[in-house]
């Protein structure tokens, strides 16, 4: 099983940035393809971005140009950061893998993931 903690959130003015931190610990193929995803209350969860097993990134149109992905393989980590952030950006963060189907089969189980405020 994988293990997925998540760190780096808080409550922010609008316009600030944040760097959130995913630590994965477990069967290193299964973290090889790693997602951002977020979910505001009362919306379903969505997936920002993601990065790849060979270093590629994307992120969603609604985060490009502020959200960047970047990884540390030595330590398995994943961070997202945020850049002009904005009170639609609000929303609790989590980090998984970048597809449902490697997420039940490694049963990676969604982190406690992490708050993420923007309010002036």
């Known amino acids: 099983q994988v293990h997925l903690v998540e760190s780096g959130g808080g409550v922010v003015q609008p316009g600030a940035s944040l760097r959130l931190t995913c630590a994965a610990s477990?069967?290193?193929?299964?973290?090889?393809?790693m997602a951002w995803y977020r979910q505001a209350p009362g919306k379903e969860r969505e997936a920002l971005g993601a990065m790849t097993d060979d270093g590629t990134t994307y992120v969603t149109d609604s985060v490009e140009g502020r959200f960047t992905i970047s990884r540390d393989d030595s330590s398995h980590t994943l961070y997202l950061q945020m850049d002009n952030l904005k009170p639609e950006d609000s929303a609790v963060y989590y980090c998984?893998?970048?597809?449902?189907?490697?997420?039940?089969?490694?049963?990676?189980?969604w982190g406690q993931g992490t708050q993420v405020t923007v309010s002036s």
């Open positions: 998984n893998a970048d597809s449902a189907a490697v997420q039940a089969m490694c049963h990676m189980p």
């Open positions: 477990g069967n290193t193929i299964c973290i090889s393809n």
